[in-house]
């Protein structure tokens, strides 16, 4: 049996071309959960920043209103504290997506590289001549790039996407309830 490149360029998309992606990293499941775990945090401190921001206001008013008027940072230290806090945890998280993101792009692609490479070396002298060295070189790199790139940077968007819309539906929802006295006017 001989090996051919496949010359179509993989045209095809959709969802079965998710789950290739997702089946290819499989190996490297248990780091993208945690990467998957920062990407919920970071998400959500993103969108909850505005929220939050809101209700310490809030509170800030009911307690010490006359503060509020002139808030500075050294006069409304429960309001900086909370909001570097919440700030840096979406930072730590965000950076921590992505530090595990680029680890695991890495070893995708060191895996990707390596499978094609060992089954060259087994090829008879017919597969040379009919596909010169450099060019299997080169689809190999490029396109072993593609996929990690795929796998790393796309599906996380896509993800962090969904994962925001989310929180920022459910940020609405709860903002946007009816509460006694107050008509409902986010419906």
Do not use: H
Request: hydrophobic share 45%; aromatic share 10%.
């Amino acid at each position: 049996m001989r090996a051919r490149i496949n010359k179509d360029g993989g045209k095809k998309s959709g969802f079965g071309e998710i789950w290739r992606l997702l089946k290819i990293a499989r190996p490297e499941s248990k780091a993208l959960s945690f990467a998957f775990f920062f990407l919920v945090v970071s998400s959500s401190m993103t969108m909850a920043v505005p929220f939050f921001i809101g209700k310490i206001w809030t509170v800030q008013l009911k307690v010490r209103p006359k503060v509020v008027a002139n808030c500075s940072a050294s006069a409304c230290p429960c309001f900086t504290r909370l909001s570097r806090g919440i700030l840096l945890l979406g930072a730590g998280a965000n950076y921590g997506r992505i530090i595990i993101l680029r680890i695991v792009g890495e070893q995708i692609v060191a895996r990707l590289r390596s499978k094609p490479f060992r089954r060259t070396f087994v090829q008879d002298a017919e597969f040379f001549d009919e596909n010169r060295v450099g060019a299997l070189i080169s689809r190999v790199s490029s396109d072993t790039i593609i996929v990690g790139k795929s796998i790393t940077q796309n599906l996380s968007d896509g993800l962090r996407a969904g994962v925001s819309g989310a929180a920022g539906f459910n940020l609405l929802a709860y903002t946007c309830k009816p509460r006694p006295g107050r008509p409902n006017l986010c419906w």
